[in-house]
């Protein structure tokens, strides 16, 4: 009777353990209520809502509009992943466990499947994601790669501390989940957020480099159907220059984006305005202040 009893005691600690593993929590104390609600990628009627709810369980919502709706059709189209979410420190892990994908009808919302979660390159989500805090927001960020451009690749730190630099953060839309109460830009991240691999992306003055030479007609752009030229700019590594951090010139359109550095150099392509090649010229000086847009340079 003693050993079954042990075994039993066993059992049961070895389900508790798994259970701990596949994440939830258990009770409204265990993680700050600040945490809880909506957080936003992309546009609020375009883009991805995140939800973490107070019973430990997420909604990954992600809205399609129909660009031409007729009688009888949806207007839309949302797909759902739910399941459950585990907090830890300063990290938050979900744990899908279903799919769901609905019409959405001028009086209703129709479910037209509700499977299993499976990973596919249409419903695949990133579910590891750190917590960074700054000027009253809230973001969720994941150091899980996406390609840009092609044959770049970026991840939400590296978009983030883009935006930090440039002035553009708090703003309303975004490429990573956010949860948004406040407008103030002007403030120091707390770097101790931030993984050590990822702390040089973030800027703590300003940053300037000058177009020393353009690479004519570099890469054929299948979007905007014409070639593009790459630029050649001084200043690289050893002034903190990194890749995915963007530069402003005094004309609307020569906004360059750097993809590649080295010790000495980096190289970068038109991020805006593809068409107007000649906006950038040998000799002109970029800063990494989004000036036109956010003012003069906070000292």
């Known amino acids: 009777m003693k050993q079954q009893i042990s075994i039993l005691i066993i059992c049961l600690f070895f389900s508790c353990c798994q259970n701990s593993d596949q994440g939830g929590y258990y009770g409204k104390g265990d993680i700050d209520d600040d945490l809880l609600g909506t957080y936003t990628k992309g546009y609020s009627d375009m883009g991805t809502n995140l939800i973490l709810e107070e019973d430990g369980t997420f909604i990954n919502e992600d809205y399609y509009y129909s660009d031409y709706i007729q ?134 003055s300003l940053k300037q480099v000058i177009v020393i030479d353009v690479e004519q007609e570099y890469l054929y752009d299948s979007t905007f159907m014409c070639y593009i030229n790459r630029y050649v700019l001084e200043g690289g590594e050893h002034r903190g220059i990194r890749e995915g951090m963007t530069f402003y010139g005094k004309e609307d359109c020569c906004v360059l984006k750097i993809m590649n550095t080295d010790e000495l150099t980096s190289k970068g392509f038109i991020e805006l305005c593809p068409y107007h090649q000649n906006s950038c010229k040998v000799g002109d000086t970029l800063i990494s202040w989004n000036k036109k847009d956010n003012g003069e340079y906070p000292p």
């Open 71 to 204: 009688k009888g059709e949806p207007s839309a189209w949302i797909t759902e992943i739910k399941g459950r979410f585990k907090i830890s420190s300063n990290e938050i892990v979900l744990y899908p466990e279903v799919y769901l994908t609905k019409e959405i009808y001028n009086d209703s919302i129709v479910i037209l499947d509700s499977l299993e979660y499976y990973s596919s390159d249409s419903t695949t989500i990133n579910t590891e994601f750190i917590i960074v805090r700054w000027t009253g927001n809230i973001y969720l960020l994941s150091e899980e790669a996406s390609f840009r451009y092609g044959y770049r690749v970026d991840n939400d730190f590296v978009l983030f501390a883009d935006n930090y630099n440039s002035g553009s953060e708090p703003r309303w839309n975004g490429s990573y989940f956010a949860k948004r109460n406040c407008k103030v830009r002007y403030e120091s991240i707390d770097l101790e957020q931030i993984p050590m691999k990822w702390r040089s992306s973030f800027l703590d």
